[in-house]
């Protein structure tokens, strides 16, 4: 009588389970916790981060007047924005080679052949390093784009080929529309200068050309003048953060003396101040009898019918004629 052959029952003793399945748990338990740990320590420095978002202007009620003050706190919308990509960015990257470190530790220890597997990442690697290398540039400078707070949505950028307002900020791509309804999807990688007209503060700067025989230090206390009141103003004096300025003389030449005055406002709004304050200041030389002087100009004709002119029309000869301000001798 022939008995059947039995299967070979496996060792379910102690020793086994105390062998590579412990061994393999301590791994997953491991790579858990520490996933755990860098998620903890990356939500420190998302958030250390986003502290570190500079001061805000930021409108108050002063004395029941709206005021445009500098705010040292946080901008609320920015720094969730900027905690929430920092954060997300990082902790996925983390826990990523965390539990491919952990995987790769795992088939070692069922005694699988992980050489051919390495050996593949790495010739995959070294192919994504040379096709990759711009999108990986990309990332990267959308990363510290966003650490360093450079711009957000809602700022007025200069991106160089590119300005206007920020409408989406990626890791990727930065998004901006100019003044004209173009929307501009600019690279981050191609970034190389970030001009953010939104933080802080900004500045107005008017240059005014009047006669040369202006009498300047009248000019100076006019021009100081006007600007002062325009704080007062129902429309735009909110904006102004601090007293006008005027920086004195900016250029001199034959028919004009340009005077400059710089008024300080709140971020985007220091082109309605100018407005007003071109506006202001047109009314004001109304007021003083004094116009901005007209350049000299050259008039090149191609015929030789200029009044007073000794050459035909059949000539066809080359004539300039000079033209100047009335009364200056031109």
């Given at each position: 009588?022939?008995?059947?052959?039995?299967?070979?029952?496996?060792?379910?003793?102690?020793?086994?389970?105390?062998?590579?399945?412990?061994?393999?748990?301590?791994?997953?338990?491991?790579?858990?916790?520490l996933a755990a740990v860098a998620r903890l320590l990356i939500r420190r420095v998302s958030g250390g981060i986003a502290?570190?978002?500079?001061?805000?202007?930021?409108?108050?009620?002063?004395?029941?007047?709206?005021?445009?003050?500098?705010?040292?706190?946080?901008?609320?919308?920015?720094?969730?924005?900027?905690?929430?990509?920092?954060?997300?960015?990082?902790?996925?990257?983390?826990?990523?080679?965390?539990?491919?470190?952990?995987?790769?530790?795992?088939?070692?220890?069922?005694?699988?052949?992980?050489?051919?597997?390495?050996?593949?990442?790495?010739?995959?690697?070294?192919?994504?390093?040379?096709?990759?290398?711009?999108?990986?540039?990309?990332?990267?400078?959308?990363?510290?784009?966003?650490?360093?707070?450079?711009?957000?949505?809602?700022?007025v950028v200069d991106l160089g080929e590119a300005s206007g307002t920020v409408e989406s900020v990626g890791l990727r791509?930065?998004?901006?529309?100019?003044?004209?309804?173009?929307?501009?999807?600019?690279?981050?990688?191609?970034?190389?200068?970030?001009?953010?007209?939104?933080?802080?503060?900004?500045?107005?700067?008017?240059?005014?050309?009047?006669?040369?025989?202006?009498?300047?230090?009248?000019?100076?206390?006019?021009?100081?003048?006007?600007?002062?009141?325009?704080?007062?103003?129902?429309?735009?004096?909110?904006?102004?953060?601090?007293?006008?300025?005027?920086?004195?003389?900016e250029a001199v030449t034959g028919e004009s003396v340009t005077v400059r005055v710089a008024v300080r406002t709140v971020?985007?709004?220091?082109?309605?101040?100018?407005?007003?304050?071109?506006?202001?200041?047109?009314?004001?030389?109304?007021?003083?009898?004094?116009?901005?002087?007209?350049?000299?100009?050259?008039?090149?004709?191609?015929?030789?019918?200029?009044?007073?002119?000794?050459?035909?029309?059949?000539?066809?000869?080359?004539?300039?004629?000079?033209?100047?301000?009335?009364?200056?001798?031109?």
């Amino acid at each position: 009588m022939l008995l059947p052959i039995s299967s070979p029952v496996p060792d379910l003793s102690w020793q086994f389970w105390l062998d590579k399945p412990l061994r393999i748990l301590i791994v997953l338990l491991g790579a858990t916790l520490l996933a755990a740990v860098a998620r903890l320590l990356i939500r420190r420095v998302s958030g250390g981060i986003a502290r570190g978002t500079r001061s805000r202007i930021v409108r108050r009620l002063d004395r029941g007047r709206p005021r445009w003050v500098e705010d040292a706190g946080l901008a609320g919308a920015r720094q969730s924005q900027r905690a929430t990509t920092i954060g997300s960015v990082l902790s996925s990257v983390g826990t990523v080679l965390i539990w491919a470190v952990a995987l790769l530790m795992v088939l070692s220890e069922l005694e699988y052949d992980i050489g051919p597997v390495l050996a593949s990442a790495g010739i995959a690697g070294v192919a994504l390093s040379f096709g990759a290398q711009s999108l990986v540039k990309d990332y990267l400078s959308g990363i510290f784009i966003v650490a360093e707070d450079q711009l957000g949505i809602g700022d007025v950028v200069d991106l160089g080929e590119a300005s206007g307002t920020v409408e989406s900020v990626g890791l990727r791509v930065t998004q901006v529309r100019d003044v004209n309804g173009t929307l501009w999807h600019v690279r981050n990688g191609e970034i190389l200068r970030v001009g953010n007209q939104s933080q802080g503060w900004a500045r107005c700067v008017l240059d005014l050309p009047v006669p040369y025989d202006t009498n300047i230090e009248l000019m100076t206390e006019l021009l100081l003048h006007e600007a002062t009141l325009l704080r007062d103003d129902p429309k735009v004096g909110e904006f102004i953060t601090e007293d006008p300025e005027v920086w004195g003389v900016e250029a001199v030449t034959g028919e004009s003396v340009t005077v400059r005055v710089a008024v300080r406002t709140v971020p985007l709004k220091q082109w309605d101040v100018a407005r007003a304050l071109r506006l202001r200041m047109k009314k004001m030389l109304d007021r003083e009898g004094l116009h901005v002087p007209l350049l000299n100009q050259t008039v090149i004709r191609q015929d030789g019918t200029e009044p007073g002119s000794s050459t035909t029309p059949e000539t066809g000869q080359v004539r300039a004629v000079r033209r100047g301000v009335p009364g200056s001798g031109a």
